[in-house]
C-alpha cells in the first residue's frame, strides 16, 4: 500500500423519485438563483425537466434556463453559459442531464468566477473558485457525478482536453436509477464501456501487489458485465439500473486508485483524440482503443492480464482475456476497430498527433510518443 489521500466531498442522494429533494436543498443551502443546465431533448420529453423546474418554483428558488449541451460538450456552448451566468449573477449551478451536461455545468462553474476565456484553466491554469455545483443524473457513465472532472472540447483547435479540481466536486448529486431507464441501448453500452475503462486503467498500469485494490476492480468490472447484461434485455430493470449506476459512480470518484502508488490514463488520452475529431461517443471510442492498447501493454506487463483473464473471465493467458473483452464488446453493440467508426488507417498519424498534445500535458509523453500512440492504434485496425 502506497501513501495516500482520500477525500471525496460528494454528497449522494440515490433513489426513486429523489429528484424532488432538489429544491428544499438548494433553499437549505442558502442558494436563491440557479442556472439551470440540460441537454437537448431527454430531460423535455421524460417530463424530468418541467418536473425541476416546478420543485424549484415551488420552493421560492428562481432559476435562468441553460440548455443545448451537446454530447462531447463544446467549448463555444460553454463560453455562452458562463456569460449567462455572469450576467444573472447565479449562485450555483444545477445540471440536470449526463456526463455532458455535467462537465459543462461543472467548466461553467469555474468560469462564472474567473476573469478571461474559461479555456484557460483546460490548458493547465490553476483554479481558484467555482460556484456550488449541483447535479440530477440521467446517465450512469462518467462519474462526473462524484469527482473534480470536467471535459470539453475545443472545436477551434480539436483538443478534447480536460479541468481537475477539488472545486469542482458537486456538492450534492441526485442518482435515481429510474430516471436512466430511458437511455437507449448503444448509450448504455457505451457507459459500461466507460465505466471499465476508468478502473482498468490504474488496474494494469499501477505497480504489482495491493490485492484490494484489484479486487475492488475486478468486482467493479464483474457487476458492470453483469448488470449491462440483463439492462440490454430488460431497459427497465430498476435493480439492474441501479447496481449498474452505482458501479458506474464508484469506478471513477477516486476510490479504486487510492494507495496503488503511479498510475496513467493512456487509453482515455487516445481516446479523447478520437471523440474530439470524429465526434463518436467517448465509450465506442474506448472500445477500439481499450483492446489495441491492452494487447499493446500486455507484452511488456503480461501478469497482471493473466490475472485479469482469469478473475474476469476464467479464461487462461492475457491473450485469451483480452479477447474476452473484446468479445463482450462486440456482443454488446460497441465498435472494435477504427473501421468500425468509419474511420480509415489513413488517419492514424494525424490521430496520434493529436493525442500526442494531451500526452504532453498529462506528462505521459516520455513513454506515449506520437510513434507508440500510432503503434497501439494500428493494433486498432
Ligand atoms: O442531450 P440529451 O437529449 O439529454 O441526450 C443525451 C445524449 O444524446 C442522452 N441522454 C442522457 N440521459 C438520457 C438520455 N437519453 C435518454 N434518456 C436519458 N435518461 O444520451 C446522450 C449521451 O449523453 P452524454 O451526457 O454525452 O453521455 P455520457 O454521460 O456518457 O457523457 C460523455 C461525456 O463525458 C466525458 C466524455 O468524454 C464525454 O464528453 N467524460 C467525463 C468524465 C468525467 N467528468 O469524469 C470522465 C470520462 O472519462 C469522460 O471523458
Ligand atoms: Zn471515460
Same mark, same amino acid.
Given at each position: 500500500?502506497?501513501? #495516500? ?115 484557460? #484553466? #483546460? ?259
Amino acid at each position: 500500500m502506497y501513501d #495516500f489521500e482520500f477525500h471525496n466531498p460528494t454528497r449522494i442522494i440515490f433513489g426513486r423519485g429523489k429528484e424532488e429533494s432538489i429544491g428544499p436543498l438548494l433553499k437549505d443551502a442558502g442558494l436563491a438563483k440557479v442556472l439551470l443546465v440540460y441537454g437537448s431533448q431527454s430531460v423535455k420529453k421524460s417530463g424530468l425537466l418541467d418536473r425541476v423546474k416546478d420543485n424549484l418554483g415551488r420552493r421560492g428558488v428562481s432559476y435562468v434556463e441553460f440548455g443545448g449541451v451537446v454530447s462531447n460538450p463544446v467549448l463555444s456552448h460553454t463560453r455562452k453559459g458562463v456569460e449567462l451566468a455572469k450576467a444573472e449573477k447565479v449562485d450555483a449551478v444545477l445540471a440536470v442531464g449526463g456526463g455532458s451536461v455535467l462537465d459543462e455545468a461543472k467548466a461553467i462553474a469555474v468560469g462564472a468566477l474567473a476573469e478571461g476565456d474559461i479555456w484557460q #484553466f #483546460f490548458t493547465g491554469k490553476e483554479i481558484r473558485a467555482a460556484l456550488p455545483i449541483y447535479t440530477i443524473l440521467t446517465l450512469a457513465a462518467t462519474g462526473s457525478e462524484m469527482n473534480g472532472n470536467s471535459v470539453v472540447t475545443n472545436e477551434e483547435t480539436r483538443q478534447k482536453y480536460n479541468i481537475a479540481s477539488p472545486l469542482v466536486y458537486p456538492k450534492v448529486s441526485i442518482l435515481n436509477p429510474q430516471l436512466t431507464c430511458t437511455v437507449p441501448a448503444d448509450y448504455s453500452t457505451y457507459g459500461a464501456v466507460d465505466a471499465i475503462a476508468h478502473v482498468i486503467e490504474a488496474y494494469f498500469t499501477k505497480k504489482p501487489g495491493t490485492r484490494l485494490q484489484d479486487r475492488l476492480v475486478e468486482s467493479i468490472i464483474k457487476t458492470v458485465i453483469a448488470s449491462h447484461n440483463v439492462i440490454l434485455k430488460e431497459p427497465d430493470n430498476y435493480e439492474a439500473r441501479a447496481e449498474f449506476m452505482w458501479t458506474a459512480t464508484l469506478a471513477l470518484n477516486g476510490l479504486t486508485p487510492t494507495g496503488v502508488g503511479d498510475c496513467s490514463f493512456p487509453n482515455h488520452m487516445i481516446e479523447h483524440s478520437l471523440s474530439a475529431l470524429y465526434n463518436i461517443a467517448h465509450g465506442a471510442g474506448l472500445a477500439i482503443v481499450m483492446p489495441a492498447w491492452m494487447r499493446w501493454y500486455s507484452r511488456q506487463h503480461p501478469a497482471q492480464f493473466e490475472r485479469f483473464a482469469d478473475r474476469i473471465f476464467g479464461v487462461q493467458g492475457a491473450e485469451a482475456g483480452i479477447a474476452a473483452l473484446e468479445k463482450w464488446f462486440q456482443e454488446i453493440g460497441a465498435p472494435i476497430r477504427l473501421q468500425d467508426a468509419g474511420i480509415g488507417a489513413d488517419d492514424i498519424e494525424m490521430i496520434a498527433d493529436n493525442a500526442a498534445g494531451l500526452a504532453k500535458l498529462w506528462g505521459i509523453d516520455a513513454v506515449y510518443s506520437k510513434g507508440v500512440i500510432a503503434d497501439v492504434l494500428r493494433l486498432a485496425t
